[in-house]
């Protein structure tokens, strides 16, 4: 079952995104979902990738 993103425990604020620390407080089932814009100047062919031990989702402009 997909985790319920409407009632985080948590939210905030980063200029970067980086899983190599270790969330405090956390239990063993727990979530982090990142939003941001991402100004794509050039017509080009990119390549989004996910990596996760337990299941991950990338979702680009509404389509997943």
Do not use: K
């Not at 985080?8 to 979530?31: K, M, V, W």
């Not at 991402?38 to 031990?53: G, R, W």
Request: no cysteine; hydrophobic share 25%.
């Amino acid at each position: 079952m997909p985790p319920d993103w409407s009632s985080p425990t948590r939210n905030g604020t980063t200029d970067q995104i980086d899983l190599s620390f270790s969330p405090p407080n956390r239990e063993d089932n727990f979530a982090v979902q990142y939003q941001t814009y991402l100004d794509v100047p050039e017509n080009e062919t990119y390549t989004f990738y996910t990596d996760s031990d337990d299941g991950s989702v990338l979702w680009v402009d509404g389509t997943e």
